[in-house]
């Protein structure tokens, strides 16, 4: 027999010294909380990145292509957006989305603070009212579509039920162009049990030294409500603002249901328009560029507020 075939090590004794140094590095504390921590928060950066970055970035290369999602997208430049500065339905869009938010969002607030107030108190049964008032926010947004269609309804509608209990005539409240955009504010309301919770959070932060103080220098509830609840609450209300003008702005589900548009285009707000464009008449890089719109209207009105409400902001 043969001499045994020799193979050469082909590990380098610097392979090893590096390999060492590597495995020490790696062993120390500081290290392993790192790639622990890292770890464990790989999920939330996974789906940043696939669900968030990779979207934005794909719809930022959509807003320059004319793409129907079936013939592979061509290049057009900036068509997509010139576009837009000549489509009446897209200012009327952005006209409809403004109105709505602008109205429903301050409403939301003083009455969700209202509900707030009147809930802070301990009495009995308390609980059964903070329940019930809350209670609308955990319903389906179609549940809830389908219930205000009922209550708004022009010929069998509660609501005009009552009105015409009273000797009211009937009410188109959904056929009226000029009655449909404040029906739809006022199905905002039902959901304010979200705010008013927060609220309610704050309102129960607030050390009770400060009214204890204030009652003894005679200071009724009024005074008590301006000069130590409110700016107490500053933050609490700058908070709910805030989130309140990002979801206003994207409201969608019960226009669809209910008004889809109409009538005459009455209700036609932002994100509907944009669900036309892109899946109705297939025209996706006009979506993706009405989408950056809508991200961009919306970081304006929030620098717009943090300059100017968020530093009357009170943090204790």
């Known amino acids: 027999m043969g001499k045994a075939l020799e193979i050469p090590e082909l590990e380098s004794p610097h392979i090893n010294v590096r390999f060492g140094r590597l495995l020490h590095w790696f062993k120390t504390p500081s290290v392993r909380r790192t790639v622990t921590g890292y770890l464990f928060i790989s999920p939330f950066i996974l789906g940043v990145l696939f669900w968030v970055l990779y979207p934005a970035g794909m719809a930022a290369w959509l807003t320059f292509q004319d793409w129907d999602l079936i013939t592979p997208a061509r290049f057009v430049g900036l068509k997509n957006w010139q576009t837009m500065l000549n489509d009446s339905l897209f200012w009327q869009s952005l006209k409809v989305t403004s109105t709505y938010t602008f109205v ?5 607030l003083i009455l969700s603070f209202s509900l707030a107030l009147l809930i802070n108190t301990k009495v009995r049964g308390i609980a059964l009212f903070r329940t019930i008032y809350y209670l609308p926010t955990i319903i389906p947004a179609v549940a809830s ?5 009922w209550i708004l309804n022009t010929d069998f509608g509660l609501l005009n039920g009552v009105l015409h209990y009273f000797g009211i005539p009937r009410i188109p409240w959904l056929q009226n162009p000029a009655l449909a955009l404040p029906a739809l504010i006022l199905m905002s309301l039902w959901i304010v049990g979200q705010p008013m919770i927060i609220f309610l959070a704050g309102l129960q932060g607030i050390d ?3 009214y204890e103080a204030a009652e003894i220098d005679g200071a ?3 005074a008590q409500l301006v000069h130590i609840t409110i700016p107490m609450m500053s933050s609490v209300i700058f908070f709910n603002l805030i989130i309140g003008v990002i979801n206003s702005f994207q409201i969608f589900t019960t226009v669809y249901l209910i008004t889809n548009g109409g009538p005459q285009n009455a209700t036609l707000v932002f ?5 036309r464009v892109g899946f109705q008449f297939l025209k996706m890089g006009y979506a993706a560029a009405l989408s950056w719109v809508l991200f961009f209207v919306i970081l304006f009105f929030t620098v717009i507020i943090f300059r100017t409400v968020g530093r009357r902001v009170y943090y204790q």
Do not use: I
């Open 208 to 210: 009770d030294v400060y």
């Open 145 to 149: 579509a389908v219930l205000w269609a």
């Open 271 to 275: 994100v509907l328009y944009l669900y």
């Open 104 to 108: 429903s969002v301050p409403l939301s």
């Open 220 to 222: 009724g509830w009024l």
